[in-house]
Structures are given as C-alpha cells and as structure tokens.
C-alpha cells in the first residue's frame, strides 16, 4: 500500500513544498502522477500547471543498457561525480516490461544504495502502466517536478530491450547507450535501432580481465558508428569505456556529455530538439486522452476492435474504417450532450 | 494539367477496369487517389471499398537508397528478371521531398525505359503531397489498386535520405537497402537507423573497378550487421553484391527475397506483419482524418498553433493543452450539430 498517500497534500502544500525542494512533498507528487485514480491525477495536474514555468533547466540524460550491463553500477559512479560537481541530481527510471520482468531493473532494493543516501541526489522509480505510453507520460511529468525542485541533471534510467528507448529518446536531450564488451555479439539483446539513436555508446565493465576485451569493442563500435551517417544535430557519437567500480572514464563521459550540450546549444539544435519535443508530447497527450475517451464507451470499444478485425481480414480499407471509426465518435460525442 | 481527368471514369468502370487488369484504368484509379479534390477522393475511396477484397495477395517489396545509387538501374535489372518469371510486377514511386530535390528521383524521364515498356510492368511515380503521411496513405492506397489489377510484386521505392524509410518498411513485407562501395564513409547521405531496419543490404555497382571495392564492403557491413540483434522475424539480414549493367547478383537477390518469404511464412512472421501493419494503417488514417477536421476549422487550427506555442514556452503542460485541445474540439463538434 506504498502508493495511498493518507491524508493527501493540498494543492499548495504540494506546489510550495517541490518549489522549495522537499524531498518528501516531491516524492507525493510524483506518486499522485503515478495514481491511477482520477482525482489524484487532476491534483498532480494542477499542480503541475503551476509549477510548469519552473522546468526546463535540467540536462536531461537518458541511460540504456541490457540486463547485467551494470546500469545501477554506472548511475551510481556517474551520480557521485556529478553530485561531486555539486549538481543536484534526480534518477528516474522507466520500465514498461510485465511485473515478470520488472524485478531485473526494479526488483533489487540495493540499487544505488550510496547514491540513494547522497543529499543532492533524488532516486525514484517510475510505477509501472499498463501501456508504454503511460509510462512515458508519467516519466515526462515526474521528470517536470524534479526539475520545478530544483535538481539540475535528471537521468531517465530504462532497459536496453524494449520499446521505451524510443520513449526516452524522445524525452531527453541525450541518450548514452551502455554496452559489454563480448565476442563478437555484443549488441545481443540489444533492439534494432537503438545504437543508431544513441548520442554516444558506453562499454562498460572496463575493468580486469575485462580491460582488452573493452577496448577491442570500443574499436568495433567505433567502425561501426563510422558508417552512420551524421543526426541532424551534427554531433558523431563517441564510443568510450569505463569502469564504474574503479570510476575510470566516468569524469570524461561528464565531459563529453557537457561538450555535446555546449556545441548543440551553440548550433541552436539544443533548443530546436527541445521545441519538437515539447509539441510532440503535446500531440501524444492528445492522442491518448482520445484513446481514453473511446475506451471509456463500451460502444466505441467494440466498435474499433470490430473495425480492426475487418481491415486485417481485408474486408474494409483502413481509411474506410478510420471514417466509420470517426462517425462512430462523433455520434457518441454529440449523443452524450443531448 | 495531366492530374486532371475529363471525363472522370464511373465507379463501376473504375472497378471492372481495375479488376480486369486494364493499365489505363489503374492509372487513373491512382491519380483519383492522389487528387486534391473532395469529389475525386470519395470516387477513390468508393472504388478501393469495391476491390478490397481482392487485395493483400502480392509481394511487397520497398527498396530505398541514397541518390547516386543506382535504384533506377537496379529496379529495371530486377525488374526484368522477375518479369522474366512471368510475374506481373508494380513500382511505385514515394518521394516526399520538396518539389526541388523531387527531380531527384522523378524527374528522369528516361528511368527504366526498358522496364516501361514491359507489357507485365506497371510504373507509376506517387504524385507528391504535404505531408509524408499523406505520401505515404497515397502510396499505400495505390498499391492496394494494383494487387486488384494483378500485380504480384509490388516494389516501393524511396530515397533513402528522408523520412519516407520509415513509412515505405510500415507498408511492405521486405525492405532493401541499397548501397554504394566507398572508402569508409559508405553510409554517407543514410539516414540513421535505416540500415538497422533493412532486411537486406545490396551493394551495387558491383562491376568493372568497382568489384574489390564492393567486396571489401560487403564484408564491412556483414560485419556491422553482425553486431545488430536478429529482429523478431528471426531473420538475419544478409548483404549481397549486385551489378545492375552487368546483371550480376540479381537473381540471388529475388531467390533470397523468395527465401525470406517461404521462411517468415512458415514461422508466421510474414502473416503477423501484415496484421499488424494493417491496424496501424487504420489508426494512422484515423489520426489523420481527425487532424483534417481540425485543420478544416479556423478556430481549431488557431487553437491548434496557440497551444503548442503555450507548450513550447513551458507556459502549460503538455496534458492541460490537450484536454484543452480536446474540450474545443467536442465544443466544434457539438456546435456543428446545432
């Protein structure tokens, strides 16, 4: 029952208390974006609404690495140096796998147990949802009132196997990817696509035995992101090694994250990505407010799963449907009123 | 004025023309599909609800390639070889570029003149529009008119340097990236991630000097495409050399296109993909006929444009402006009623 907030903050004790940074009122915040009851969700709403002019001065970061690439191990080294560097710091983490497959990146409670101990550091898993788009928005608010509190990097944590990297790249101003180094299948279990869109891959583990092996990946990596062609914001995305334990290479990961924001920001594409951002959260909101409406009618519910049977089974094109499907809810909209 | 048709075909012309196979009546089918005018694209609409039925039995093939690669000199190679098989084969044409670079790929008259000629070959360029989902639903609409009219390839080609990739694999069971030999910088002009979400890779050109150099990429990219995870096909994508003058590699193309067909056919794969790519079809012409209505509306579009700016400067959240985009579109509907 850690999610029943008894008795529930008022409206202003939430927005002073993030304003000021408290911790706790922080944490009740982010858990009524998280409820799924509906008068919960409009309290965190409106707090949100007045705190909205308070975000956007964070670096977002987003970190992605399969199971056992050492995430926590990383995030751990990585938020010492930065919190040494006296940033305050926020880690969020989104994980759209079943309850099964949860456990491998929420499940062990002594994740960064020094960092989690550390004043400037803010470490929050997000609740899981039923669907990745609720996860996202949850993450993108959580990752809003840490940044209204006052925390300067936030880190969205997810696993490298899903679909939430496209989730959180479209969240972040930087997305590293982690990776092992291995015999020749290091990307294994890695999704398709994913290393094309991180600004920089991370082999991890660089340590021991390891140390060889580390940096032959880094050579292969290094070809490997040779042949992509440059993103739109003219960055090339470094290979580096570190290891966490040690804390090697971790300073120069800071650094090389630092230089991609002083050179995006001085190209203008910082501000440009985050504009497209902006708008396509707005336009996803949207969309899934809508989706919401025709899943709160059992009609309208039928009526889709209907359509999209036939359009599978060829029976209607998909644009006919779409135009049935809209009908259907405008009947409803109007229906509702009279 | 060649968009223009006078007089315009009747419905039931369209469709027995376009079910008898008759080229002169599939190219109309598919300018009605790509006119801007509300009458044209009901007629469309009427047309491709009356052959539905009689599609989804083709091959979908997109192929797709920086400028320079040779797609033109490669399609009327592949082309030739697949007609040579007795298939009837379809290319289609998707370029949402601007009307500058559109010459690129459109303004060559003279591309796959012997391919033009072919009684069993049908080519057709997709007239431009505004929008890539626009492009994309008109593309797909006039594939859907050439597998009622019996074409059992259909080949999508694109320029592999915009956003079209994405929207050509959404609509075709393999997709082929072609490539060109060069000194390290292969991937030149190649938007990232499109090699990731290639089922294979040709390297053309593959002839005269060019053959060492073809081969010594080939290896580059197998390589490379080693150290991507297997997608959830199960397929590995393999990487082929072909010389299009020479025709070269061309039949192992076609037979290992074949290969993945009867492979992702017996898994299942091939069959899922296409269910799921038709649902998404129809949530995408949902979104966009919902999209038009609101553009239709000066208020709602005004509406539109305010909340986004709102959103961008961080005065509202992106969920308040869309619960506030969507009160003024049941608001629009209501009124509209009354």
Chains 1, 2 share one sequence.
Not at 110 to 120: D, G, Q, S, V
């Amino acid at each position: 029952m850690k999610q029943s907030i008894k008795p529930r903050p008022k409206l202003d004790q939430l927005v002073n208390g993030i304003l000021q940074g408290d911790r706790v009122i922080l944490g009740q915040a982010i858990t009524l974006v998280e409820s799924k009851l509906e008068h919960d969700a409009r309290l965190a709403e409106s707090a949100l609404e007045k705190i909205i002019h308070k975000t956007g001065q964070a670096l977002r970061i987003g970190i992605t690495g399969a199971p056992g690439v050492g995430k926590s191990t990383f995030i751990e080294a990585f938020g010492k140096h930065v919190t040494g560097q006296g940033k305050k710091l926020a880690v969020l983490t989104i994980d759209p796998s079943s309850p099964l497959t949860k456990g491998s990146i929420l499940g062990d409670k002594t994740r960064m147990e020094e960092l989690a101990r550390n004043p400037l550091a803010f470490i929050r898993p997000t609740a899981a949802s039923s669907t990745l788009g609720g996860v996202a928005h949850k993450t993108r608010e959580a990752m809003l009132l840490c940044e209204a509190a006052g925390y300067e990097v936030i880190i969205i944590e997810t696993v490298g196997v899903g679909q939430s990297e496209v989730a959180v790249k479209s969240m972040v101003d930087f997305f590293l990817l982690l990776m092992l180094a291995g015999a020749g299948d290091e990307l294994q279990g890695i999704k398709r696509g994913i290393v094309e869109i991180a600004d920089a891959v991370v082999i991890s583990k660089a340590d021991g035995d390891n140390v060889k092996a580390a940096a032959a990946a880094q050579t292969i990596y290094q070809q490997a992101l040779h042949l992509l062609s440059a993103s739109e914001s003219g960055w090339k995305p470094p290979v580096l090694t570190a290891s966490a334990v040690r804390g090697e290479g971790i300073e120069a990961i800071w650094k090389m994250i630092l230089r991609y924001q002083r050179e995006t920001t001085a190209s203008g594409f910082f501000e440009k990505n985050r504009r497209h951002q902006h708008i396509s959260w707005f336009r996803d909101s949207f969309s899934q407010l809508l989706q919401r409406e025709i899943e709160k009618s059992d009609a309208l519910r039928a009526k889709q799963k209907a359509l999209e049977q036939s359009v599978m089974n060829h029976d209607i094109s998909s644009q006919i449907a779409a135009r049935q499907m809209l009908e259907a809810y405008y009947l409803a909209i109007r229906g509702n009123k009279t």
